[in-house]
């Protein structure tokens, strides 16, 4: 299993630019203390030899050599002792253990004596040698620093606009499509953040586009159906009495509803629905509505509030979460109203792991064990009403003896748009398990 290490751009470039700093710096030592090295001693040499001069016309007026100078020196290098052989003055450089150079040259005289002269570098050569490679070891290490920060400046910026691009495309994946990303991450200059803003926008368009024409073509087909099948409603309840009449009569009103709640999504997705508030007491209000829904239901009101809302979509909401309970669940169904949350529970096997992830999705049922009846159109409904309301409804199973929950989060304020709170699948804080108290609905 490899190990994958994270880290940010801003890190990454600080590095980088670090990294390619320290290799110009340490090559550019190299080759000044290397070239002012070979100066110094190539200086060195010169001296060496205009002293040997001085002492060569000394010794032929004196004969004695003076000024430092051996004659015959038997310490003399070999490759002296070879261009001495060669009738060639010569200068050599030999290292010592401590690199301290010593600096040697020579002169052949005319009755094949030597002449040589031995002398270590300079005190003042070396101290210049040690203070240039001080200068440059401070220089490089500044020029890493100097890297480092430039890296975190360029990379902050970026990282900056790379995330402000990361927040505005994740604001339009959970369906905010007026965002846009170029707009988001604004800035003066122009890289290729504004190039992956565009095209994020570009697809943001594209995609608005395809939505609203399948909105539309949605649309249309459901109202273009709606006569169809209300005529064969209709002519259904003109059939004679009998099963075969029964089975008609009931397909014809499934297909009907259908086609209902086919429009009503469409209009929900176009996000032009409004909400006619009024002054309720939520418990009393769930009470009587789950009443007529589901007389068998359990309503438990541990706390009356007085909400300002939508009755038609909240009764709305209430019974598609009634419904799904009954079609997907088992009893008993259990309803609990505590200030301005309402919960709705079954027993049955729980809500499948797709719609926990993902959301409630029309025209899916679910796994295996919730599948088979329905359109997958309730839930998706119930979640777009309770947008209009401005509401936060949740979904999760039970872990102690099972069952799906379904809570209805109402706004404190009512709303003044289609709501201002997205659908979510996210853990909310456990309800506690309240004694059977209230009424029975």
């Given at each position: 299993?490899?190990l994958a290490?994270?880290?940010?751009v801003?890190w990454?470039i600080?590095?980088a630019?670090a ?5 110009i710096?340490i ?9 002012a090295?070979v ?9 060496q ?7 060569h016309r ?5 004969r ?10 038997p ?25 301290v ?6 002169a ?10 031995h002398?270590?570098f300079?005190d ?6 040690d203070?240039?490679d001080r200068a440059l070891v401070?220089?490089s290490v500044?020029v890493v ?6 890296g975190?400046?360029i990379g902050g910026?970026?990282s900056r606009r790379?995330?402000?691009?990361a927040?505005?495309?994740?604001k339009?994946a959970?369906g ?6 170029r ?16 095209a994020?926008?570009?697809?943001t ?5 395809r939505l609203?024409a ?5 649309a249309?087909?459901a ?9 064969l409603?209709t002519?259904a309840?003109?059939?004679?009495p009998?099963?075969p009449?029964?089975?008609?009569r009931d397909?014809a009103?499934a ?8 429009l009503?999504?469409a209009r929900?997705d ?8 009024q002054e309720?007491a ?6 009587r509505?789950?009443?007529?829904v589901?007389?068998?239901a359990?309503?438990r009101?541990?706390?009356?509030s007085?909400?300002?809302?939508d ?5 709305r909401?209430?019974?598609n ?5 009954a079609?997907h669940?088992r009893?008993p ?6 200030g301005?949350?309402?919960r709705v529970?079954?027993?049955g096997?729980?809500?499948p792991?797709?719609?926990?992830k993902?959301?409630?999705s029309r025209?899916?049922?679910g796994s ?7 359109h997958?159109?309730?839930l998706?409904i ?5 947008r209009?309301l ?10 102690q003896d099972?069952?799906?929950?379904a809570?209805?989060?109402l706004p404190?304020?009512a709303?003044?748009t289609?709501?201002?709170?997205p ?7 456990e309800l ?8 029975r609905?």
């Amino acid at each position: 299993m490899r190990l994958a290490l994270r880290t940010g751009v801003r890190w990454k470039i600080s590095i980088a630019i670090a990294a390619v700093g320290a290799l110009i710096a340490i090559a550019l030592s190299l080759v000044v203390h290397n070239s002012a090295r070979v100066s110094m001693l190539d200086n060195a040499r010169d001296v060496q030899v205009e002293r040997l001069e001085f002492a060569h016309r000394w010794y032929e007026s004196s004969r004695e050599p003076k000024f430092g100078t051996k004659l015959n020196d038997p310490a003399l290098p070999e490759e002296l002792k070879a261009s001495m052989a060669n009738g060639r003055r010569a200068t050599y450089v030999t290292e010592r253990h401590n690199g301290v150079p010593d600096v040697w040259a020579a002169a052949p005289l005319g009755n094949g004596d030597v002449l040589s002269l031995h002398t270590r570098f300079t005190d003042r050569s070396v101290t210049i040698m040690d203070e240039l490679d001080r200068a440059l070891v401070i220089g490089s290490v500044s020029v890493v620093f100097g890297g480092c920060a430039l890296g975190v400046l360029i990379g902050g910026q970026l990282s900056r606009r790379l995330r402000k691009a990361a927040t505005a495309a994740g604001k339009v994946a959970q369906g905010n499509t007026e965002v846009r990303v170029r707009d988001a991450i604004g800035g003066l200059v122009r890289d290729e953040t504004d190039e992956l803003a565009r095209a994020v926008d570009a697809m943001t368009d594209a995609l608005q586009e395809r939505l609203e024409a399948e909105r539309r073509v949605t649309a249309d087909i459901a109202h273009e159906l709606r006569t169809p099948v209300t005529g064969l409603l209709t002519a259904a309840e003109l059939l004679p009495p009998g099963r075969p009449s029964e089975l008609v009569r009931d397909r014809a009103q499934a297909m009907r509803t259908l086609v209902e709640d086919v429009l009503e999504v469409a209009r929900l997705d176009s996000a032009a629905e409004r909400a006619e508030l009024q002054e309720i007491a939520l418990g009393e209000f769930v009470s009587r509505r789950v009443a007529l829904v589901d007389p068998d239901a359990v309503v438990r009101v541990v706390h009356e509030s007085w909400v300002n809302t939508d009755p038609r979509r909240l009764e709305r909401i209430l019974g598609n979460l009634l419904g799904n309970a009954a079609k997907h669940g088992r009893a008993p169904f259990e309803v609990t109203v505590e200030g301005r949350v309402v919960r709705v529970r079954d027993h049955g096997p729980g809500f499948p792991e797709a719609l926990l992830k993902e959301g409630p999705s029309r025209f899916r049922t679910g796994s295996s064990d919730r599948a088979g009846r329905g359109h997958g159109l309730g839930l998706t409904i119930a979640a777009g009403q309770a947008r209009v309301l401005g509401a936060r409804l949740t979904f999760r199973n039970a872990h102690q003896d099972g069952g799906a929950i379904a809570v209805l989060w109402l706004p404190e304020h009512a709303p003044t748009t289609t709501g201002s709170f997205p659908v979510v699948q996210l853990p909310e804080p456990e309800l506690p398990e309240l004694p059977d108290v209230g009424s029975r609905a």
